[in-house]
């Protein structure tokens, strides 16, 4: 795969294929970075990459200057993936090691940009967990957005959070900004 743009714009990265993830595809990156950089400028914002399988969420950030890209992922073999593709390419980066379920009970960081693409087989119940944490504990303020990847029957209209949504193929896109008073 390929980093879209930015200062790593074209460099390939080989994900090894005993990575049991579905990565985000090119065609998906390439419209959502499109949407992003419509909405946010990325010069020295915060990102947290929740469920990172191989971290290329996190990359394109990085690539376009973020100043701090934080991983999650529980997968050991993804976890030392992220961590030798993010030393490679000289990132300021964490990588914390945690189930996400059992993660957030103690955690207080905050982001401006916040990305999950979690397994599609998730149930309606473990996406608004997701939803509703992130909302309520990570993002840094009302200009902070989330967006969950989901496999594409699932809508969260109902969600007064939600902004915007985008379909590609069987991804979905769910946009949320946290609104004053929450």
Do not use: W
């Amino acid at each position: 795969m390929k980093i879209i743009s930015g200062k790593f714009g074209g460099r390939s990265i080989n994900i090894p294929k005993k990575l049991l993830i579905r990565p985000t595809t090119n065609i998906c990156r390439h419209a959502l970075f499109n949407i992003l950089t419509n909405m946010i400028t990325f010069d020295d914002i915060k990102v947290l990459d929740i469920f990172s399988g191989s971290g290329f969420f996190g990359y394109e950030c990085a690539s376009r200057g973020a100043k701090q890209i934080d991983f999650l992922e529980k997968n050991f073999d993804c976890i030392k993936f992220i961590k030798t593709t993010s030393l490679k390419l000289k990132i300021n980066h964490i990588v914390f090691s945690k189930d996400f379920f059992k993660f957030v009970e103690n955690f207080t960081n905050t982001y401006d940009l916040v990305f999950a693409d979690p397994p599609y087989k998730f149930d309606d119940n473990k996406y608004q967990t997701i939803i509703n944490y992130v909302l309520n504990n990570c993002l840094k303020n009302d200009n902070g957005i989330f967006i969950l990847e989901h496999y594409k029957k699932y809508s969260f209209s109902e969600n007064n959070n939600l902004f915007d949504e985008r379909s590609y193929g069987d991804s979905k896109f769910s946009f949320f900004k946290k609104k004053s008073g929450i």
